[in-house]
């Protein structure tokens, strides 16, 4: 596994990304299904420039908020998602704060995160990573696939089944899951692709079992 790690950090580089607030990562992170990363920060910048904080877009007419993160695709369900979750919040907690997860167990963080409706495994466990600076792996598209191809989880694992086994510290340890996060991502978006994966360019092809690589003998 420190191999595979210093292998894609040697390719793409160390691997960081900015702190966020809990809530605000939750918003993000909603944002962010189905969609770029640059169409996700589009329609996080022009949701922060729009309303002056998030009791305002909890309040604000539906078709505001659709209106203003169009760029993030499937707006409609979106912004449905982030009111019905803002208004969640505020129901349990009497304000707009996320703060108490810090106190919380990681399965704590998940369960209480995965009780609001449209609100996934993938998107606690980037609350947990991103903001709490917890040892947690997401798992996204690409690092469910590029976990099966190289035989970290079996072919059958769901992506959700696959946050249980890759946050074992026998497959990876607790101070790598960060970074193997991000470079798997990195990875699986220039040369592990989905369809057309082009492995004579992958600085991991010798150690790759190419499970289930299309083309791979």
């Known amino acids: 596994m420190r191999a595979l790690n210093r292998r894609l950090e040697s390719r793409y580089g160390v691997a ?11 918003m993000l992170t909603i944002l962010s299904q ?8 589009r329609a996080y ?19 505001d908020v659709e209106e203003t993160i169009r760029s993030a695709g499937l707006w ?3 912004a449905r998602v982030l009111q019905e979750t803002l208004d969640a919040i505020h129901a349990r ?6 703060s108490h997860l810090a106190a919380l167990r990681d399965d704590e963080v998940i369960d209480y995160l995965t009780s609001l409706r449209g609100v996934g495994v993938k998107t606690a466990a980037c609350v947990l990573c991103f903001s709490l600076g917890r040892a947690y792996m997401p ?15 079996g072919p059958r694992v769901t992506a959700d089944r696959a946050h249980e086994s890759l946050n074992r510290d026998n497959v990876v340890p607790a101070e790598l899951r960060f970074d193997f996060h991000i470079q798997l991502i990195r990875h699986g978006r220039a040369v592990c ?8 360019a992958c600085v991991l092809e010798d150690l790759c079992p190419k499970i289930g690589v299309p083309g791979a003998v």
């Open 16 to 26: 960081r990304k900015p702190r966020l607030d809990p809530l605000d990562e939750l």
């Open 34 to 41: 189905s969609t770029s990363d640059t169409n996700r920060d």
């Open 45 to 63: 910048e022009a949701l922060r420039a729009r309303f002056p904080d998030w009791e305002s877009v909890r309040a604000a007419p539906r078709a």
């Open 76 to 78: 409609k369900q979106k």
């Open 93 to 98: 907690q009497g304000q707009l704060d996320l």
């Open 139 to 153: 798992v996204d598209t690409h690092v469910h696939r590029l976990a099966g191809r190289l035989g970290l989880i």
């Open 193 to 200: 692709r989905a369809s057309r994966p082009d492995c004579d």
